[in-house]
């Protein structure tokens, strides 16, 4: 019960503050060890934040950000009003949701079946296949696919051509229907095996007493990774789709920029490869401030919204 005595509840914070600071002293090891990664957070992370300002203001380069005239809402307005706003909406969410449904549980599958593998052999190998295109850069890819699906002279068209399944030049790059399905299918050829790699330390930690039982009563490799290895894994997964989900607008410039081209603009303009045009190429800096802001709010919302999903639905969320 705490004392009623004000003299003793306003010694309380500084008895709190004591035992605080024993216990900094007791880790301060721990701390000295983690003070270079929260320098570099704080630099890098937190004193850029300022910049979030231009947003707000009709920045101009020679006044700076302090020196600038302040515009309210202005350029968030603008946004709204866009012509093309809804279809930047539109392309950016179908991407991202095309490429979590495709490619998330894609490794999932592939590490429960690299766990059930009996050969060593055989799953070094498969791995070292499924992790090898990860370290392929996204303009190499580009380029692979851009050399493999040219509308003459690449490898499927002339394939295609021979089997008589299609006749002249194949104009898969330029046609807006195909371009979703390269952008997600060729990210998912590309991180699967990598992205597999947690699933496959999380299945390090299972309990191998429950798989001896599990032999005992009869059950195959199939019933195991489904009624064992899936439930061990389930709060890493749950994280994982916490964390994809709060990057849903945040589809990744370089790839989208690279694949986009005049004829398929109308499946390849998100909002990612929209700011740099506005932002950098046409030096629109506090519209593409006020865009990226945007982004960067509706993501942290989606963050929040499926984190409480998650724990009401029994899961443990991100914090």
Same mark, same amino acid.
């Given at each position: 019960?705490?004392?009623?005595? /004000?003299? &003793?509840?306003?010694?309380?914070?500084?008895?709190?503050?004591?035992?605080?600071?024993?216990?900094?002293?007791?880790? &301060?090891?721990?701390?000295?060890?983690?003070?270079?990664?929260?320098?570099?957070?704080?630099?890098?992370?937190?004193? /850029?934040?300022? #910049?979030? @300002?231009?947003?707000?203001?009709?920045?101009?380069?020679?006044?700076?950000?302090?020196?600038?005239e302040w515009v309210g809402l202005y350029h968030f307005e603008r946004l709204f009003k866009l012509d093309m706003?809804?279809?930047?909406?539109?392309?950016?969410?179908?991407?991202?949701?095309?490429?979590?449904? %495709?490619?998330?549980?894609?490794?999932?599958?592939?590490? =429960?079946?690299?766990?059930?593998?009996?050969?060593?052999?055989?799953?070094?190998?498969?791995?070292?296949?499924?992790?090898? /295109?990860?370290? &392929?850069?996204?303009?190499?890819?580009?380029?692979? @696919?851009?050399?493999? @699906?040219?509308?003459?002279?690449?490898?499927?068209?002339?394939?295609?051509?021979?089997?008589?399944?299609?006749? #002249?030049?194949?104009?898969?790059?330029?046609?807006?229907?195909?371009?979703?399905?390269?952008?997600?299918?060729?990210?998912?050829?590309?991180?699967?095996?990598?992205?597999?790699?947690?699933?496959?330390?999380?299945?390090?930690?299972?309990?191998?007493?429950?798989?001896?039982?599990?032999?005992?009563?009869?059950?195959?490799?199939?019933?195991? %990774?489904?009624?064992?290895?899936?439930?061990?894994?389930?709060?890493?997964?749950?994280?994982?789709? &916490?964390?994809?989900?709060?990057?849903?607008?945040?589809?990744?410039?370089? +790839?989208?920029?690279?694949?986009?081209?005049?004829?398929?603009?109308? %499946?390849?303009?998100?909002?990612?490869?929209?700011?740099?045009?506005?932002?950098?190429?046409?030096?629109?800096?506090?519209?593409?401030?006020?865009?990226?802001?945007?982004?960067?709010?509706?993501?942290?919302?989606?963050?929040?919204?499926?984190? +409480? =999903? %998650?724990?009401?639905?029994?899961?443990?969320?991100?914090?």
């Amino acid at each position: 019960m705490i004392d009623s005595n /004000p003299v &003793i509840r306003a010694q309380a914070p500084t008895r709190l503050f004591s035992r605080k600071l024993l216990k900094v002293r007791e880790n &301060i090891g721990l701390y000295v060890l983690v003070l270079p990664a929260l320098i570099y957070v704080l630099v890098f992370e937190y004193v /850029p934040l300022y #910049g979030i @300002l231009i947003a707000f203001e009709n920045f101009k380069p020679v006044k700076g950000i302090w020196g600038s005239e302040w515009v309210g809402l202005y350029h968030f307005e603008r946004l709204f009003k866009l012509d093309m706003f809804w279809t930047l909406i539109k392309n950016t969410l179908s991407l991202s949701l095309y490429s979590l449904l %495709a490619g998330f549980p894609i490794p999932i599958v592939l590490a =429960l079946a690299l766990n059930s593998a009996n050969s060593k052999r055989l799953k070094s190998i498969v791995q070292t296949v499924t992790y090898a /295109p990860h370290f &392929i850069s996204t303009v190499v890819l580009v380029g692979m @696919l851009n050399v493999f @699906l040219a509308p003459r002279l690449g490898i499927v068209s002339q394939f295609l051509n021979f089997l008589g399944l299609t006749h #002249g030049p194949l104009m898969i790059l330029s046609d807006p229907e195909f371009f979703g399905h390269l952008y997600v299918w060729s990210g998912v050829w590309q991180g699967m095996g990598w992205g597999s790699i947690i699933y496959l330390a999380a299945l390090s930690g299972v309990d191998t007493s429950l798989h001896e039982a599990s032999i005992v009563d009869g059950a195959n490799k199939f019933q195991r %990774a489904f009624y064992i290895d899936l439930p061990s894994i389930m709060p890493t997964i749950v994280t994982l789709l &916490i964390l994809n989900c709060g990057g849903m607008l945040g589809v990744g410039f370089e +790839k989208a920029f690279l694949m986009q081209n005049a004829l398929n603009l109308g %499946a390849s303009e998100v909002i990612s490869t929209y700011v740099y045009k506005v932002g950098l190429l046409q030096s629109q800096y506090s519209f593409s401030a006020a865009v990226g802001l945007f982004n960067s709010v509706v993501n942290l919302l989606l963050l929040l919204t499926v984190n +409480k =999903l %998650a724990k009401k639905l029994g899961q443990s969320g991100i914090f």
